[in-house]
């Protein structure tokens, strides 16, 4: 018997590698005699980079960055196993965690750590990037990042923009003239699991703004600065980009990265799948696990479990979904590829109990399946 593992993270509680290392177990408790292969795999969210790391036998980076407010933070990025391609998060160097919570200011925060990141990676070598754009503090429509990279961003006396969206409302000219060079030999893909326009009531002010800190009035505030943004870049780049699908990711990050790179918006799961080739691992095996640490309704639109089991149905291959917790409209998951569904928790149990025992539930779990599934082998007899 050949079975693929293929777990996102159990978030908070246990790697999406550790997740694959307790379901092999698990397995061979059952089935001592199976092949498994583990593929440690993400949505392109958070836990993207040690997934991908884990997965290819690669390495993960650490950098001193410019954080959202201005100020120095350890962030990471990683090189994957075949030492060409880098794989970022932008939550790593701007994300809305590194802002406390009675800071958070989207008119002032910044994405130049994640420009800083986007150089780092460029400096070794790297000509294929791979970031997820989720989590952000930012609101600045990508101009902190471009800057990190050489952009100018200039008011109608020549001097540069402070940091921060507010800002863009006094953009007069961008001078691209001294860019990094070296992105226009460089593929970036970027996960993201949006379609929000730059600008306007499904913008990314409108929308994302307020769990970043806006209130109404800055929100009115950052929309209108990013309307002024998207005209001035689309006249230099000759990108139109202000009602563009996605556009409005991480704070307009996306249209950033679409202005000034040669980034491609893809679903995150899509990537990190094709990434990690797990299509052709998949075919000719016997049983698919994944899992995740809260299966609800969210995940039958496109998160990890999902987009696998869509791989894996190319091949007609079952697939058993273990997680943490099964929320409102799980069953959803049932009619997207998805062949059954399990939790971890054996009986009552507090969250934080779950989380600390997360190992070992999720290996007992696996192995209760395996043991459901001989049945249904014997039966098949």
Not at 160 to 174: D, N, Q, S, T, Y
Not at 321 to 346: E, F, H, M, R
Request: glycine letters at 14%; hydrophobic letters at 45%.
């Amino acid at each position: 018997m050949r079975i693929v593992v293929a777990p996102d993270s159990f978030k908070g509680s246990v790697s999406a590698l550790g997740v694959a290392n307790a379901m092999e177990k698990g397995i061979l408790t059952v089935f001592p005699e199976a092949e498994v292969l583990k593929v440690p795999i993400a949505d392109g969210g958070e836990g993207t980079v040690e997934a991908l790391v884990d997965a290819t036998g690669g390495q993960m980076i650490y950098e001193d960055v410019m954080g959202p407010l201005g100020e120095r933070v350890k962030a990471y990025w990683g090189i994957l196993g075949d030492n060409e391609t880098a794989v970022m998060e932008m939550a790593a160097a701007s994300g809305l965690p590194l802002v406390p919570k009675d800071k958070r200011d989207p008119r002032i925060t910044t994405t130049y750590g994640t420009g800083e990141l986007i150089k780092s990676a460029l400096d070794k070598g790297i000509r294929k990037i791979i970031i997820g754009i989720g989590g952000s503090a930012t609101n600045d429509g990508g101009m902190g990042m471009a800057r990190a990279l050489g952009v100018l961003f200039l008011d109608a006396e020549g001097n540069e923009l402070p940091h921060g969206g507010a800002a863009l409302a006094k953009l007069a000219e961008i001078d691209m003239e001294n860019i990094d060079p070296r992105l226009n030999e460089t593929e970036i893909m970027v996960a993201c699991d949006v379609d929000n326009p730059l600008c306007g009531p499904r913008g990314a002010s409108a929308v994302y703004g307020p769990q970043k800190g806006a209130t109404p009035e800055m929100v009115t505030e950052l929309d209108r600065a990013l309307c002024v943004y998207a005209e001035i870049a689309a006249k230099v780049t000759g990108k139109d980009l202000i009602n563009y699908p996605g556009a409005g990711a991480a704070g307009g990050l996306g249209a950033g990265l679409l202005f000034f790179t040669n980034a491609e918006l893809r679903p995150g799961v899509e990537i990190v799948l094709e990434t990690l080739g797990v299509s052709t691992l998949v075919e000719g095996c016997d049983l698919v696990i994944t899992g995740e640490g809260r299966t609800d309704f969210q995940t039958a639109y496109g998160k990890a479990p999902v987009g696998l089991a869509k791989v894996a149905k190319l091949w007609n291959i079952p697939v058993i979904c273990i997680a943490g917790g099964l929320g409102k409209g799980a069953d959803d998951v049932l009619a997207q590829g998805v062949d059954g569904l399990a939790s971890t928790v054996p009986h009552p149990m507090t969250l934080e109990e779950c989380m600390e025992a997360g190992d070992g539930m999720i290996e007992d779990a696996t192995a209760r399946v395996c043991r459901m599934v001989k049945v249904g082998m014997s039966m098949n007899k």
